[in-house]
């Protein structure tokens, strides 16, 4: 870490990216895109007794101009027209007044504060405040630089990696939406310093379409695109295979010196936008691999957002509590806490789920189930075997990159 | 779409007295396939890489009377199918798979103007799939009758989504089936919205009931 000093210690465990304007928006009354799923987790983390006052951080504002790294002049003016009320015919062109974006006044606001809110998250660590941090608000992953699309306006998780390589250093962005991060991929998809790795819905059946494997990405940033699409349907175990397969090579192979991680809760079976069919033991696992290699690799330093989740009262809050749990150690109580599950039953519109994972009765096998892993395993296989030597050669590289650092920092020791 | 949607240009094409070695050479370096033969601006045959590769081999089609050093014109084909810009590329691709080669020439008022190869019609067919615009997919078998698809096209412009491609994939007397790709993330509930309207979709697939909220 260049600016903040590694060997201090940080104030806080983790921190908790928070306030009430991130869970008091919507795209429009009954879109699937709830952002109330925010206040849910708080709420289920602190009366838990998992999240410390102490923890919780309130955005600091962008930077004047720092939507602008990422966003074209043109659709930053058009979001900006239509937040003030006006409805241009060509909004279109920018993927706004569409059914997936719909516009609304205030909309500039609402987004740019989550912008903030992961850009905060990510400034916390950099500055040696805390090594984890989490702000489920942010992970809109599908804004593009000239178009909104998919839900997303605007690109929280490429500003925040931005501010990373500001500093010089290494980002690993691992998606693990049911979704395929297309954004984000494409903001970096020729960079050096920047690892993106999108674990996601086969872009055959799903939106947005794209992810294949063959995406790797090109020139400098070759072999530093990972997509790992997997077919309807894929559980628990053919999940975490695939992840185990290529991930942990993928990031150790690359050495990031922090990790962004986009853990939309979508994956999981009862999502209603999505065809995988993950269970909360399933996400659970997958957040825990996560920290483990934050650990093994970024001396803890990782960032976790939200993404898609659309079952936004019964699943989203669970999944994000295994998030938070996975980041500071402290385990989500098998029962749930009943305030909690009172307090919300009325916004859910009926019960919320009793226990933190799911039953087994919850999930009937699929019929597909051995096709699906047979899919799956082998097109993880593939995959890593075409990245192999693309690895190797990175690995080499860093090798001696760093070999010349080491004789360039003893020469100035030494006149 | 026609030919001169998807063919390639600038066509690289050479001389038919380019020695076969050379053109050998240029062909791996440019990794091309196929050049068409030009005399003085005239169309007078086309080499491919197939043909290139029997020279001094033992391939049954081998000519033992050609070199390496020897003008390409002696191994060229002077029989050469060509298309037109404005042709469409279903008829295009028809001629190309019935005379069984790889590339055909694009002519217009006699001059050559591009190529347009089998790499080409399989770019169109990802194109026209429409991956590459965010969508998602869905599946709808319609009845084969007028109107049908006009109907469910209507229908998704009424709930705002944007189709970015129709793609026929089977045709039977009484069905049509079709793969759309229409631009929204939330292609699940836009087919239980159809089913309502009394569509039949094929994908996504209805969600089995879930288990739901668990009882107090």
New interface residues.
């Given amino acids: 870490m260049s600016d903040a000093d590694p060997s201090a210690e940080p104030t806080l465990d983790a921190a908790f990216v928070y306030a009430p304007e991130l869970a008091s928006w919507t795209l429009s009354p009954d879109h699937?895109f709830k952002p109330v799923r925010l206040a849910l987790v708080k709420d289920l983390l602190e009366t838990a007794g998992l999240l410390h006052a102490d923890e919780v951080v309130a955005p600091t504002p962008l930077r004047p101009g720092e939507l602008g790294r990422v966003h074209d002049a043109a659709y930053l003016e058009m979001v900006a027209r239509v937040s003030r009320g006006e409805r241009p015919e060509e909004a279109y062109r920018f993927g706004l007044g569409?059914?997936?974006t719909p516009v609304v006044d205030g909309l500039h606001q609402s987004v740019e504060a989550v912008c903030a809110a992961t850009v905060t998250a990510m400034q916390l660590v950099l500055d040696g405040r805390t090594r984890r941090a989490a702000t489920f608000a942010g992970g809109l992953h599908?804004a593009m630089p000239d178009r909104a699309?998919?839900?997303c306006v605007y690109d929280d998780l490429a500003l925040a990696i931005l501010r990373a390589t500001d500093r010089g250093l290494r980002v690993a962005y691992l998606d693990l939406d049911a979704?395929h991060g297309?954004g984000v991929q494409q903001v970096f998809y020729d960079r050096a310093d920047v690892l993106t790795i999108s674990l996601h819905e086969s872009?055959?059946?799903?939106?947005?379409?794209?992810g294949h494997s063959y995406e790797l990405g090109t020139g400098e940033g070759r072999g530093l695109s990972v997509n790992l699409p997997l077919e309807?349907f894929t559980e628990d175990d053919s999940y975490l295979d695939a992840f185990d397969e290529v991930v942990p090579r993928a990031l150790r192979a690359f050495g990031p010196d922090l990790l962004l991680v986009q853990a939309g809760a979508d994956p999981h079976?009862?999502d209603?936008?999505?065809?995988l069919s993950l269970t909360l033991r399933g996400l659970r696992d997958l957040y825990r691999r996560v920290a483990a290699l934050a650990d093994e690799l970024t001396g803890g330093r990782w960032i976790v957002t939200g993404g898609g989740g659309y079952e936004a009262f019964?699943v989203a809050p669970r999944a994000w509590a295994q998030a938070w749990s996975a980041m500071t150690g402290r385990e989500v109580p098998d029962r749930l806490p009943d305030a909690w599950?009172h307090r919300w039953r009325e916004a859910?519109g009926?019960?919320?789920?009793?226990?933190a994972l799911d039953?087994p009765?919850?999930h009937?096998q699929q019929p597909r189930r051995q096709q699906v892993e047979e899919h799956n395993a082998a097109v993880a296989k593939r995959l890593s075997a075409v990245l192999e030597p693309i690895w190797r050669d990175h690995a080499t590289m860093r090798a001696s990159a760093a070999t010349r650092a080491g004789a360039a920092t003893r020469r100035e020791g030494t006149s | 779409m026609l030919v001169r949607d998807i063919m390639t240009r600038p066509v690289v094409a050479i001389g038919p007295d380019e020695p076969i070695g050379d053109v050998t050479a240029l062909m791996a370096q440019r990794r091309l396939r196929h050049f068409p033969v030009l005399d003085e601006g005239r169309l007078v045959g086309i080499v491919s890489d197939r043909d290139l590769r029997t020279v001094g081999s033992r391939h049954p089609k081998a000519r033992p009377d050609v070199g390496v050093s020897d003008p390409v014109r002696a191994l060229m084909t002077t029989l050469v199918w060509t298309a037109h810009p404005l042709d469409p590329i279903d008829e295009a691709a028809s001629v190309l798979r019935h005379h069984a080669i790889g590339a055909m020439p694009v002519m217009e008022s006699g001059d050559l103007v591009g190529i347009v190869t089998a790499s080409d019609f399989l770019d169109a067919l990802v194109e026209m799939t429409?991956?590459?615009?965010?969508?998602?997919?869905l599946e709808v078998e319609l009845p084969n009758r007028p109107g049908a698809l006009a109907g469910l096209l209507d229908r998704l412009a009424a709930?705002?989504?944007?189709v970015a491609s129709v793609l026929t994939t089977r045709s039977e007397p009484d069905v049509v089936a079709f793969v759309l790709?229409v631009?929204?993330?939330?292609?699940?509930?836009l087919a239980r919205w159809l089913r309502e309207e009394g569509y039949e979709i094929g994908?996504?697939?209805e969600?089995?009931p879930?288990?739901?909220?668990?009882?107090?």
């Fill in positions: 699937p569409t059914a997936d599908h699309s998919g839900f979704h297309d872009g055959r059946y799903l939106f947005p379409g794209t309807p079976r009862d209603p936008l999505a065809d019964s599950r859910a009926g019960p919320l789920p009793e226990r039953g009765d919850d009937p | 429409g991956v590459g615009r965010a969508s998602t997919r709930r705002g989504a944007n790709r631009g929204t993330m939330d292609g699940r509930g994908w996504p697939l969600r089995e879930s288990s739901g909220p668990e009882p107090t």
